[in-house]
Structures are given as structure tokens and as C-alpha cells.
Nanobody, 116 residues
Framework: VQLVESGGDLVQPGGSLRLSCAAS????????MRWYRQAPGKERELVAS????????NYADSVKGRFTISRDNAARTVYLQMNSLKPEDTAVYYC??????????WGQGTQVTVSS
């Protein structure tokens, strides 16, 4: 099982980034996919989630209207489009695949830094 995030970078406030998470080793199309983030000294928080068929999508209040989660089951990839980035969005962003307590997979994370 592998989840590999990419797309993290240093960006100025107000800028945009698109994160990708490529999955392998499990039945991607059956899993809820989530993006979490963890800033230095803070707990990991759920940013966005998307159901297996993209029918249910949820966002943290802090990112609503700015971030968009999507998935391509054929490509086994989940995305996080991040617009209007703020310094408080600075964190390591993690991809998570979940289908029950014994089926809970994590990527290694990708760093997003928002700074002028």
C-alpha cells in the first residue's frame, strides 16, 4: 500500500497550489479519501474529505470557499486545489485513505509554506 503526495511548495499569500496524492496497493475506488494537515506545534486536523463516488464532500470551516477536493478513480489519484492561500495554511499536508479501522492508510506528507 502506498500513498504519495506531491505539489507542496513555497507560495506567496493569495497564491494557489494543487496537491496530488497517487495511490497504489489497495482498491482506491472503495475508499473515502481525506486531506489532513499539521502545522508546527499543532495537532493534525482534517482539511477535506471525499466519498468513494465523489457524492459527499466536506471541508473544514477554515478552508471552505478556498480549497477544492476531487478524485479520479481511474487514475487512482486525489487532488486538493488550494486558492487564496494564507500564512495560516502553512503545514505538512497528508493524504489519507480510509475504509474501516483496519483499512486506514497514510502518505508521507508534502510541505506547503505560505509566506512573502
Amino acid at each position: 500500500v502506498q500513498l504519495v503526495e506531491s505539489g507542496g511548495d513555497l507560495v506567496q499569500p493569495g497564491g494557489s497550489l494543487r496537491l496530488s496524492c497517487a495511490a497504489s496497493g489497495f482498491t482506491f475506488s472503495r475508499y473515502v479519501m481525506r486531506w489532513y494537515r499539521q502545522a508546527p506545534g499543532k495537532e493534525r486536523e482534517l482539511v477535506a474529505s471525499i466519498s468513494s463516488t465523489s457524492g459527499t464532500i466536506n471541508y473544514a470551516d477554515s478552508v471552505k470557499g478556498r480549497f477544492t477536493i476531487s478524485r479520479d478513480n481511474a487514475a487512482r489519484t486525489v487532488y486538493l486545489q488550494m486558492n487564496s492561500l494564507k500564512p495560516e495554511d502553512t503545514a505538512v499536508y497528508y493524504c489519507n485513505g480510509f475504509s474501516g479501522v483496519h483499512y486506514d492508510y497514510w502518505g508521507q506528507g508534502t510541505q506547503v509554506t505560505v509566506s512573502s
